[in-house]
């Protein structure tokens, strides 16, 4: 890649440390100067970041927390209902099985004859 000569204006402080760590370091100021850069646009220094913005006081974030409580209460609430439901639905189940089998069995005695019924109905 092509490199390309600028100037910045920097406090004498900041070029006396970039000299130190390139004299520390075996680099020229440029490398330390172009590492920084990548570093600054590693994963890393976003999560770093992210991390120290999460723990600022600002209203927006204490706003998004606050929503988020809330929707997590709404997803606890629906989770409830689903579970409810799903209790209906399985007694629901429960009660049809039951009455299918009263009703093949009520077919079954049907099918028996005029006198195996009256036998029966003796038999007590």
Known sequence: MAKVSRTYRIEQETADRITEIAENENMTATEVVEDAIRAYSS????????????????????ALIDQLAKK?????????????????????????HETTQALALESAEQKLSRWQRLKRAWRG
């Open 72 to 96: 997590d209460e709404q997803i606890a609430k629906l989770m409830e209902t689903v579970a409810d439901g799903t209790k209906a639905v399985q007694g629901a189940q429960a009660l049809h």
């Open 43 to 62: 994963e890393k220094y976003v999560e770093n970041t992210a991390n120290q913005v999460g723990s600022a006081d600002s209203p927006a974030l204490a």
